[in-house]
């Protein structure tokens, strides 16, 4: 069984930092794609940043030059850095596992942790 366990979230001011982790269990996530979503309140849930097996890495139009996704694949983990957030991005951020290194569709998806930015 996959799970997926998102952690990392918390209250930051505006311009500050925050480290997101998913950790994957019951599978070598390291062979799938791996992206992070998220979805504010009244908002569709959008993606955010992703990472195929291969390395390679896409990202939100908003988040360019801001976050950067990661992977340790030794871990079985990937992260989401998020500098100089906004109150634009606070949501609920939510892991994605693919089924295929290159996709994210039909994949399994964590409980997600809540970020908030506010002064």
């Known amino acids: 069984q996959v799970q997926l366990v998102e952690s990392g979230g918390g209250l930051v001011q505006p311009g500050g930092s925050l480290r997101l982790s998913c950790a994957v269990s019951?599978?070598?996530?390291?062979?799938?794609?791996m992206g992070w979503y998220r979805q504010a309140p009244g908002k569709q849930r959008e993606l955010v940043a992703s990472?195929?097996?291969?390395?390679?890495?896409r990202y939100a139009d908003s988040v360019k030059g801001r976050f950067t996704i990661s992977r340790d694949n030794a871990k079985n983990t990937v992260y989401l850095q998020m500098n100089v957030l906004k109150p634009e991005d606070t949501a609920v951020y939510y892991c994605?596992?693919?089924?295929?290194?290159?996709?994210?569709?039909?994949?399994?998806w964590g409980q997600g942790t809540q970020v908030t930015v506010s002064s």
């Open positions: 994605l596992q693919g089924k295929s290194g290159s996709s994210l569709a039909g994949g399994y």
């Open positions: 990472i195929s097996s291969g390395g390679i890495m």
């Open positions: 019951g599978s070598i996530s390291s062979i799938y794609a």
